[in-house]
């Protein structure tokens, strides 16, 4: 008697683990789907349109003693100043929230330690620092000046060299880059960097990329390749290339499909290059002279990109390197660039 309770105690002990999960399973009471807004995981303007919903239903409750008051944001209480006319500052650091109807106009070396919202045009002279700005028209970032944080505006942006565009910066419009400026993630329509006046035209037209002269066609319907492959002849692919190797490209090439590859990706041509897909790599990929790709470019490592058109005007994409990410000259994205590490213009 006494060994079959020592094995009903025995038992119980063991199952005692499993009993919780058990419940759950029989009768869950969690078992709806976790809840993810839409606008924040995929939304490149989040910090701008949050910024101006929460201001305006600030102001509404708000009212103001020579142009002050004192308003309720997420991080709590913050002095506001309203400018109701266009605003050249000269004040060198600014420690209130500034709203601004009009335009403004910086002087040299300007610090605005809080938030700005600018209903007109904005221009940043150099060397401002800016923690956050959200501009309804449009923006011109003088060389050296500094975004802390994040910066959005309805219009375009054009960053002088040398200015450092924060942990995110977007616009509606052309988002314009010049040499040494650096960023994390950007979102334009689209973004640019300088064109180089000399440059051939990017790609073939959508009737020509299935139809080059004396071209050696390969074809890879998700086919894995172990070794290294190089094209240095004209070649059309149909399908998807997939590679367990480094990928190289010396010539005119087009592929109806993505590529992917374990090693670098890289590819060096004045002629037309043409991938209608994505271009994935667990290495490094550097991409060099006429090249559309219609899909998303992502590498676990580095991208260097010039001369290089990603999406189009009706197809957003994007560029994402989880180290770095270098844009030379004549590149267009449609969409999205972001790096964990760092991103320079050069």
């Known amino acids: 008697m006494n060994f079959i309770v020592l094995i009903l105690i025995y038992a119980f002990f063991i199952f005692l683990p499993f009993l919780p999960g058990t419940i759950e399973l029989l009768a869950p009471t969690d078992n709806k789907p976790l809840s993810v807004k839409m606008d924040y995981s995929r939304n490149a303007r989040y910090f701008g349109w949050s910024f101006r919903k929460i201001l305006k239903d600030s102001l509404k409750k708000t009212e103001f003693k020579n142009n002050t008051a004192e308003i309720r944001l997420s991080s709590g209480l913050e002095k506001i100043e309203m400018m109701y006319s266009d605003f050249d500052s000269d004040k060198k650091n600014l420690d209130h929230i500034l709203f601004i109807s009009g335009n403004l106009i910086t002087e040299y070396a300007n610090n605005f330690n809080k938030e ?58 052309t988002f314009q880059l010049s040499k040494g400026c650096t960023f994390r993630r950007l979102f334009g329509h689209p973004i640019l960097t300088l064109k180089d006046s000399s440059s051939v035209d990017y790609g073939l037209t959508d009737s020509e990329r299935m139809d080059i002269n ?11 390749i172990n070794d290294d492959i190089i094209y240095d002849e004209p070649t059309v692919i149909n399908g998807n290339l997939i590679t ?16 992917k590859a374990s090693g670098n990706i890289t590819i060096k041509t004045v002629k037309n290059v043409n991938i209608l897909g994505n271009i994935i ?24 990109l010039e001369g290089v058109d990603v999406g189009n005007i009706n197809e957003i994409k994007s560029v994402i390197a989880k180290k770095k990410l270098t844009l030379g000259k004549n590149v267009t994205i449609y969409g999205f660039v972001l790096t964990e590490g760092i991103g320079t213009v050069v």
């Open 116 to 173: 700005i919202y600018v209903e007109g045009n904005a221009s940043f002279r150099h060397n401002n620092i800016i923690r956050a700005a959200a501009v309804n028209k449009d923006v011109e970032i003088s060389g050296n000046s500094k975004i802390i944080r994040w910066l959005d505006v309805n219009g375009g942006i054009r960053a002088g060299e040398n200015t450092y565009l924060g942990i995110s910066a977007s616009c509606g419009e």
């Open 214 to 224: 004396n071209t050696s066609i390969s074809t890879y319907f998700n086919e894995i």
């Open 244 to 259: 367990n190797g480094k990928l190289e490209i010396n010539n005119e090439f087009t592929i109806n499909g993505s590529i």
């Open 281 to 304: 790599s667990d290495s490094i990929i550097r991409m060099a002279g006429n090249i559309k790709v219609d899909g998303n470019i992502f590498s676990q490592e580095e991208i260097g």
